[in-house]
């Protein structure tokens, strides 16, 4: 995989037999930055061009066929990074695997534990969070109730796909803007995991669902900054970081499902392959409401509308 610093090399301290890695030296790559600083350069654009021109001259403004297309090659990297993780059948360590019965609990049971530990302190803190998010807190606390069964639906015990190596901290600021392209960085995986579990295999779709999770950031950061400029008249701003935001998130999946040629990797049905999405989707949400209630109270309604989105929507039609 090209797309990547290239190593240079490494420092590892080996005593009484145990042997540790200090560092890692890769070579220099000139970039414009990295995704969630230029996604937030563009967003702040694109926010006063909503303001000052109608709304059919804004969507068809040079600013979003410009950063579709940057989605695009976001897709492709990240399918060819994918299929480069899963391309060494001789190398246990990136051999992808068949998902098995285990792998389901191990998952389904994760993300159900950390629900209930997280609706359980939503449910204590209600009185203490403003009036939307308490909205939010009460709908999610509604589907209490049938959300095991509905993980069970997003994730069921045959699923048709593989599980390998992965980023395992995938988000805009994981990729560096270069010229018209992205280089991907930072592969040691979410610092508050243990090493053995960042080295766990999982399907393709836990990175797929970090990068979507980290846009829909993107979009909310962008919203509070305009806010602070002027108001919101008539939620207009708000509908087009939402228009924004879904149409980012389709051209990125389009290139990515199209780009990755591995079968194992990803359902080969829609519908499978957007309930699969959905699941980790919702493992990355509860993992940031219980983040930004213990950080960030004023983002809680980035995961709570992130999670509530999902939950609350019918089956999917095919595409």
């Not at 403004?61 to 897709?75: F, I, K, W």
């Not at 950390?114 to 999610?140: G, I, P, Y």
Request: net charge negative.
């Amino acid at each position: 995989f090209s797309h990547t610093p290239p190593l240079l090399g490494s420092v590892e301290l080996e005593e009484n037999g145990a042997r540790g890695a200090v560092a890692v030296v890769h070579g220099f790559v000139e970039n414009q930055g990295d995704a969630w600083t230029v996604t937030g350069a563009y967003l702040d654009r694109f926010v006063e061009e909503q303001r000052l021109l109608t709304a059919e001259a804004a969507e068809e403004s040079d600013e979003q066929a410009a950063y579709e297309l940057r989605m695009h090659h976001v897709g492709r990297r990240v399918a060819e990074l994918q299929l480069a993780l899963a391309s060494r059948d001789d190398v246990p360590d990136f051999a992808p695997e068949a998902i098995i019965a285990a792998d389901i609990r191990t998952w389904t049971d994760g993300v159900l534990q950390r629900a209930n530990r997280t609706l359980d302190e939503l449910a204590d803190r209600r009185s203490d969070l403003t009036e939307n998010d308490r909205q939010l807190v009460d709908a999610l606390l509604s589907c209490r109730g049938a959300l095991p069964a509905r993980l069970r639906e997003l994730l069921p015990e045959n699923l048709d796909a593989m599980k390998i190596r992965h980023h395992g901290d995938f988000h805009l600021g994981q990729m560096l803007i270069v010229k018209d392209d992205v280089f991907i960085i930072d592969f040691e995986g979410e610092p508050r995991r243990s090493i053995e579990d960042r080295r766990r295999k999982a399907p393709a779709a836990r990175d797929v669902a970090g990068l979507i999770r980290s846009i829909d950031y993107s979009a909310t950061a962008a919203l509070e900054r305009a806010l602070r400029s002027a108001p919101d008249e008539h939620g207009k701003i708000a509908r087009a970081l939402d228009g924004w935001r879904e149409r980012s998130i389709a051209a990125f999946l389009s290139v990515y499902r199209q780009s990755l040629s591995d079968a194992r990797l990803w359902p080969q049905s829609f519908e499978d392959a957007d309930r699969l999405l959905d699941f980790f989707l919702l493992e990355k949400a509860f993992y940031e409401i219980e983040y930004e209630l213990a950080h960030r109270p004023d983002w809680l309604r980035v995961p709570l509308a992130g999670t509530w989105r999902i939950l609350s929507r019918s089956e999917r039609a095919p595409e």
